[in-house]
């Protein structure tokens, strides 16, 4: 696995490959890599001959008392776990390749409907920043399909919107939610949780479990769904910023006729703020 930090190195090594006729997928992450992005590197081996994969923490998807700082950032460890998933190019940026000049100064990318709902409406600014990053890094990459996870439900949804709108010639795949064997979905923030937390922190899979089945039941009454799981997570000792079920293609509220659905939830445990989702076939 080659290893560059520049982007005319980057550029440079997938255009060889393009000159070979190889196609490339792209696996954008913030590391301290778990299974579930290993899952997305697995994905991506079978969509395309090369895979690229990204670590770069971006200051300008967190807000100011958000955990940029405290994020965890393990390079050695991920670089290991990337070269033993076969991965060919890590693409791993300083701040200042990403960001020349002030990121507050530059030009930025909005998805207007989807960002100020949901955990944008509890995240101002955090779409924006992602949404401006991932612009620049499919840019960058210029790869043939890239690669996000479903556990970031409201992102992949905002990023299929973004690459539509802006005529991208990439193919976005989703790839399902990696759980830990109690139904915690994996995830960096983990990290912040005791194990007491964890078990606790299962609960939120559980609920979305459970809500799904009243929506297979025929219970049609979402702002009691949404209510009633909202207050149970409260009980148990979760502070939910919002407990949702959506349309699953453009997560507007569903109407009577809808049968795609998704449940939704956003909530902090302790030091973590966890999300999770899960897709209903009604
Ligand atoms: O999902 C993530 O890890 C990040 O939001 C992403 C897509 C790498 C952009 O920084």
């Not at 301290?32 to 923490?57: D, M, P, T, Y």
């Not at 997570?233 to 079920?245: E, K």
């Amino acid at each position: 696995m080659q290893t560059v930090a520049f982007i005319p190195d980057l550029r440079r090594t997938i255009r060889a490959w393009r000159d070979q006729g190889s196609s490339v997928a792209f696996v954008p992450t913030m590391g301290n890599l778990h299974a579930g992005h290993i899952r997305l590197v697995e994905e991506a081996k079978r969509q395309a001959e090369r895979v690229v994969v990204s670590i770069f923490v971006n200051p300008t998807q967190f807000g100011p008392s958000e955990d940029f700082a405290a994020y965890p950032r393990t390079p050695a460890q991920d670089a290991g776990k990337l070269q033993a998933a076969g991965v060919d190019l890590l693409f791993l940026p300083g701040t200042s390749e990403l960001y020349p000049s002030d990121p507050a100064a530059m030009t930025f990318v909005e998805v207007p409907g989807l960002f100020d709902d949901l955990c944008g409406r509890f995240r101002p600014g955090h779409f924006r920043g992602v949404a401006t990053v991932v612009l620049k890094l499919l840019n960058q990459v210029q790869p043939d399909v890239a690669l996000f996870g479903e556990k970031d439900y409201q992102q992949l949804i905002i990023i299929r919107r973004l690459v539509a709108d802006l005529d991208l010639p990439v193919r976005i795949h989703g790839v399902p939610t990696v759980r830990e064997p109690n139904g915690l979905a994996m995830s960096s923030r983990n990290g912040y949780l005791t194990p007491e937390e964890k078990n606790r922190a299962a609960l939120l899979y559980a609920h979305l479990v459970e809500a799904a089945a009243d929506l297979r039941r025929g219970e049609r009454d979402l702002a009691r769904i949404e209510r009633e799981r909202s207050a149970q997570l409260v009980a148990l000792g979760l502070r939910p910023d919002y407990f949702a079920i959506r349309r699953q293609d453009d997560l507007s509220p569903p109407g009577p006729a809808d049968a795609r659905l998704v449940i939704l939830v956003a909530a902090w445990l302790g030091a973590a703020r966890l999300i999770d989702n899960v897709q209903v076939f009604l």
